[in-house]
């Protein structure tokens, strides 16, 4: 079960902003202020469902953070890879956008996060977890062939809308649950981006 398979539900039609780019999205959340990344994206809160407190509560992560709402929406197509949103809002206003997948194809995985490297510059990697610059990496996840945690995929990207706000952008391929593709956006006061986990 995946880390948020709590709240998804079967697929229905997907819902998605056919004419984004993964180019497009990157230079918007790159450029522009005032972003609103589900109208960017032409989800409307009202196609998601939101959990109840009691499953906002069942994780004890999100409660320790501060996590007041979730939304879910289980039958989006994001860039024709991910086809599940969960939108998080925190009681100190920051947002997280997480587009999720579980696949074992390991070029798809390669060539998306090849193309945020070649939109976005290198990032940052968190030396706890491997790189999507390592294609071997993303190889074994989606073989089923990791040993540790250590063996996960993660990088992150950090974007400047405007002087009061953040945007890092991460990516990370993860072996517990196994095969899980994460494409998440924060949306954090200034000064606030840290690395997964």
């Known amino acids: 079960m995946g880390i948020f398979d709590i ?28 972003i609103n990344v589900l109208k960017l994206l032409e989800l409307p809160l009202s196609k998601f469902t939101k959990a109840s407190q009691k499953e906002i509560n069942s994780n004890p992560k999100d409660k320790k953070n501060g ?21 998080k809002i925190f009681d100190n206003g920051n947002k997280q956008y997480f587009f999720y997948t579980t696949t074992k194809n390991a070029n798809i995985v390669s060539e998306f996060a090849n193309s945020l490297f070649f939109i976005m510059g290198d990032g940052i990697s968190n030396p706890k977890y491997s790189s999507f610059k390592d294609f071997d990496k993303i190889e074994n996840i989606s073989k089923g062939l990791v040993y540790s945690e250590k063996d996960e995929c993660v990088n992150m990207w950090i974007g400047e809308c405007d002087k009061n706000a953040v945007l890092p952008i991460y990516l990370q391929y993860t072996v517990n649950p196994m095969q899980q593709f994460i494409f998440q956006i924060d949306e954090n006061p200034k000064g606030t981006a840290r690395m997964l986990h």
Do not use: H, M, R
Not at 8 to 34: H, W
Not at 67 to 87: P, Q, R, T
């Open 7 to 34: 709240f998804a539900k079967k697929n229905k039609s997907p819902e998605y902003a056919e004419k984004l780019t993964l180019t497009k999205f990157c230079e918007i959340l790159n450029t522009q202020t005032d």
């Open 67 to 87: 996590v007041i709402d979730v939304y879910v929406n289980a039958s989006v197509n994001l860039f024709g890879i991910f086809n599940i949103c969960v939108y």
